[in-house]
């Protein structure tokens, strides 16, 4: 799978989840990319949501000098309702995408600000 420009190989398959590793993962070195899914569960009076989630996990350097590392993780979830149509996910998803690289999403990211 190629995400931007990174490659990520399948590692680990599930009925309901797989993980993708990419070229930096080693035994003590998380480089992953997760994706869940849940499918809908419908009642007598609604057909339910399907729910599916993202997940990247990197091993980072956060102290220079000691070397000390620690797990940098984005994540992500949707909740679709069964009859949304593809344009209106499409569209939503467009507008997450653009809204994460926005001077907002980066604040939030790198300085916790929600004030940005």
């Known amino acids: 799978m190629l995400i931007n420009t990174r490659t990520y190989s399948s590692d680990r398959v599930q009925a309901d989840a797989v ?3 990419g070229v930096s993962n080693t035994l003590t070195i998380k480089d992953w990319f997760e994706m869940k899914r849940t499918y809908p569960k419908p009642t007598s009076t609604f057909l339910g949501v399907g729910r599916s989630s993202f997940k990247f996990t990197k091993t980072v350097v956060v102290n220079a000098v000691t070397g000390a590392t ?4 984005f994540s992500g ?3 679709v309702p069964v009859g949304a149509t593809t344009t209106v996910v499409d569209a939503m998803g467009a507008d997450v995408a653009a809204w994460v690289n926005t001077t907002d999403g980066k604040a939030l990211a ?3 600000d929600i004030n940005a």
């Open 19 to 21: 993980r993708y590793t």
């Open 70 to 73: 620690a797990d940098l993780i």
């Open 77 to 79: 979830s949707w909740s």
């Open 110 to 112: 790198n300085g916790l």
